[in-house]
């Protein structure tokens, strides 16, 4: 399979906790997106990647979430001192080279239920 | 903010009905437009998209949406609906920046 994958597909955590997932992204794709979906709603943008640099950040993206691309492959989403408000689904998505354009093939996303 | 709305949150249709699910955008310049389909335990696939062209689109699956720019709109239909159609369908837009502003999605039931 060449799709974009997600792991773990589902996490449940207590409040306080630290929680990270992974995606990996389509192999030649060099961006990488993150958003979170809830209940009832389209997906919300987080955080992007071209390459290993990341180029954009949400409001939502609080203080206790960190993204990583180290080497501009797999990308990495840790949350610190999950609360409840944090239970979601959190989708990856990859896009190619050639144009912003391009378009962005998601993952299966890591459901994540703090308790 | 750039926005995108859809105006359905739940249609219930029968097999062989005829599908239009309503997407409207708010950004006003270059407009980049998605359709993503969510089938049930699965994730988000590509629809149809339009990015420049010949406004009416056709996608997978015998779907699709028409761009119109005075309407603001880029609404999706199908001709004849099936079971296998049942899914929760996203319009989305690209920001300029390079990310996908999401319409809230239209959840389809398609009774047989």
């Known amino acids: 399979d060449t799709g974009v994958s997600q792991d773990p597909r589902h996490k449940i955590t207590k409040r306080g906790q630290n929680v990270t997932f992974r995606c990996d992204p389509i192999?030649?794709?060099?961006?990488l997106y993150w958003y979170r979906q809830t209940l009832g709603q389209g997906p919300e943008f987080l955080t992007y990647?071209?390459?290993?640099?990341?180029?954009?950040k949400s409001r939502l993206l609080s203080d206790r979430f960190s993204a990583e691309r180290p080497k501009g492959s797999f990308s990495t989403l840790e949350i610190q001192r999950t609360e409840q408000g944090d239970s979601a689904m959190y989708l990856c998505a990859s896009s190619g080279r050639t144009s912003v354009q391009e378009t962005q093939y998601f993952g299966p996303g890591t459901r994540l239920l703090v308790l | 903010a750039q926005s995108v709305s859809q105006h359905n949150h739940h249609v219930i249709l029968s097999e062989a009905a005829s599908l239009e699910l309503g997407c409207n955008y708010s950004y006003g310049g270059t407009v980049n437009l998605f359709w993503y389909v969510q089938y049930p335990g699965q994730h988000l696939q590509l629809l149809l998209k339009y990015f420049s062209g010949d406004p009416l689109v056709k996608g997978i699956k015998g779907f699709e949406a028409e761009f119109i720019k005075s309407k603001f709109s880029f609404n999706l239909r199908k001709p004849s609906v099936q079971w296998s159609d049942t899914a929760e369908y996203f319009c989305a837009e690209y920001n300029q920046g390079g990310k996908l502003i999401f319409g809230q999605g239209t959840e389809l039931s398609v009774k047989p």
């Open positions: 990647f071209q390459n290993e640099a990341q180029l954009e």
């Open positions: 192999s030649e794709h060099n961006r």
